[in-house]
């Protein structure tokens, strides 16, 4: 690519063409970051649901040992409890 002499106290301009993509350029990559900031808020507030999640899932947790003892293992499918047996589960 040539490098263009630019005359003192003259205006000069791009052409259409690279004023065009310039722009067009320009628009796609604002687009790009604005798509991005709205994924990032969207994995913030999945994860806050993740965490209340996990903190309603342990409350759950924590009444089943309390109504069915430390012992008790769960089948998750059907429901099913059954005691560890010596250490193991």
């Known amino acids: 690519m040539k490098t263009v002499k630019m005359e003192p106290n003259t205006k000069q301009f791009l052409t259409e063409e690279e004023l065009g993509k310039t ?10 970051k604005s798509h991005l900031a709205d994924v990032s808020l969207q994995k913030h507030s999945i994860l806050k649901q993740i965490d209340l999640l996990r903190s309603d899932f342990s409350e759950h947790e924590n009444a089943l040992m309390l109504k069915y003892g430390n012992d008790a293992i769960i089948n998750i499918q059907t429901g099913e409890i ?8």
């Open 23 to 32: 722009q067009a350029m320009h628009t796609e990559f604002n687009k790009m």
């Open 82 to 89: 059954t005691r560890k047996q010596n250490g193991t589960n």
